[in-house]
């Protein structure tokens, strides 16, 4: 069977969207459940955008439990990311996918633990994201980091369609705790 992943992502997008708005304080339950995640020292999260799940309480909660932050950036398209550290009271700019970045000032990293947005996942750390491959391609030029999607619960399907160029994710973190990807 053939999924259409264009199409699956215009309904994920309208999902998480009431989603977002039918539980506003989300990000709030997901900070509680820092302590759950894999180890690493150095993390990268994101800058949320649009209805995207936001990290930003949980990136306190990691500061707080003594990881170190950084994010990642577009520097050319059909690229990986690159990870500069950050803190929340430096400044921003847009990179070149339109998200919000550290400037190249900021130091270049390399996160043990990657934090990724997503529009729908499965249980087998399939995740649908926004078709632009930046985190496919991060997650095969940094294999060894941990890939952790952020979402609602409610993204969760009963499975996605995987590529040869999809990689999964190690688990994925809800507004009702971390659950790790199960082996397929």
Not at 60 to 89: M, Q
Not at 136 to 142: E, H, Y
Not at 153 to 167: I, K
Request: charged residues 25%; hydrophobic residues 45%.
């Amino acid at each position: 069977m053939v999924i259409d992943k264009q199409a699956l992502r215009v309904e994920m997008r309208a999902l998480r969207k009431r989603l977002a708005d039918a539980a506003p304080d989300s990000a709030i339950a997901v900070a509680g459940f820092v302590n759950e995640l894999p180890p690493g020292n150095t993390v990268a999260v994101y800058r949320a955008v649009g209805s995207e799940m936001d990290p930003e309480l949980l990136a306190d909660a990691l500061i707080v439990a003594g990881r170190s932050l950084c994010l990642p950036v577009a520097t050319e398209r059909d690229k990986a990311l690159l990870f500069r550290r950050w803190s929340a009271e430096e400044p921003l700019e847009m990179d070149v996918a339109g998200c919000p970045a550290p400037l190249p000032l900021a130091e270049t990293v390399d996160p043990d633990l990657i934090i990724t947005p997503l529009l729908a996942f499965d249980d087998a750390g399939g995740r649908l994201g926004q078709g632009g491959g930046y985190y496919d391609r991060t997650f095969l030029a940094r294999p060894d980091a941990v890939r952790i999607g952020l979402a609602f619960a409610g993204q969760r399907v009963d499975r996605l369609p995987m590529e040869s160029h999809d990689v999964p994710l190690h688990g994925v973190l809800t507004e009702v705790g971390y659950t790790p990807a199960r082996k397929v």
